[in-house]
């Protein structure tokens, strides 16, 4: 069975930072497009950042220089740094397998930026 | 950046009744890279469709999405009241990946 489990979510003052991580069971990130997708409080869908097979990446606008993605090949995971956070990160936070279509979500974790 | 333009924002129907649901582009993207997802309270997106028209595994034969160009729809041909949910159309024919604002599926 293809699984993600997110973990690393919690309340944070604005300024602060996370890590978010996203455990792998059933496939292999490093052979995977890895996309972070974001649920603000009763908002839509928010595409965040993606980490390609061959180790590019990509941010939104609006966490570009703040947030870094990576993997970790040996532990069969994905990681968000979240760095200079802001109320408006606050959001639940799913990581996804990227065929161009996300086939696969984690239940998200939950991520809440206030002092 | 792509925008996707959902309507109705929501849609009141009865079990039984067929649901039509809009997705508009501000440009035009391939159906390669148009997809649909049902989301329920509390749990992940689903996805339903990719390549515009393709079901995904294990979804029913309900459900069937159609369109090119700039115009995509999702069809529920006799809604369920597992079917009541909100649907998001996505694109990934250019970064960044945009979703619409959603459709609300009600029951009436």
């Known amino acids: 069975e293809l699984q993600l489990v997110e973990s690393g979510g919690g309340l944070v003052q604005p300024g602060g930072s996370l890590r978010l991580s996203c455990a792998a069971s059933?496939?292999?990130?490093?052979?995977?497009?890895m996309t972070w997708i974001r649920q603000a409080p009763g908002k839509g869908l928010e595409w965040v950042s993606v980490?390609?097979?061959?180790?590019?990446?990509n941010y939104a606008d609006s966490v570009k220089g703040r947030f870094t993605i990576s993997r970790d090949n040996s532990k069969n995971t994905v990681f968000l740094q979240m760095d200079s956070l802001r109320t408006e990160d606050t959001a639940v936070y799913y990581c996804?397998?990227?065929?161009?279509?996300?086939?696969?979500w984690g239940q998200g974790t939950t991520v809440t930026v206030s002092s | 950046e792509v925008v996707l333009t959902q309507s109705p924002g929501i849609l009141s129907l009865s079990p039984g009744e067929r649901a039509t649901l809009s997705c508009r582009a501000s440009?035009?993207?391939?159906?390669?890279?148009l997809a649909w997802y049902q989301q329920k309270p509390g749990q992940p997106p689903r996805l339903l469709i990719h390549?515009?028209?393709s079901r995904a595994s294990g979804i029913p034969d309900r459900f069937s999405g159609s369109g090119s160009g700039t115009d995509f729809s999702l069809t529920i041909s006799s809604l369920e009241p597992a079917d009541f949910a909100v649907y998001y159309c996505?694109?990934?024919?250019?970064?960044?990946?945009?979703f619409g604002q959603g459709t609300k599926l009600e029951i009436k």
């Open positions: 390549d515009a028209s």
């Open positions: 996505q694109q990934s024919t250019s970064q960044p990946y945009t």
């Open positions: 440009e035009t993207i391939s159906s390669t890279y």
């Open positions: 059933g496939l292999t990130v490093s052979s995977n497009y």
């Open positions: 996804v397998r990227d065929l161009y279509y996300l086939d696969v």
């Open positions: 980490i390609y097979s061959g180790g590019g990446t």
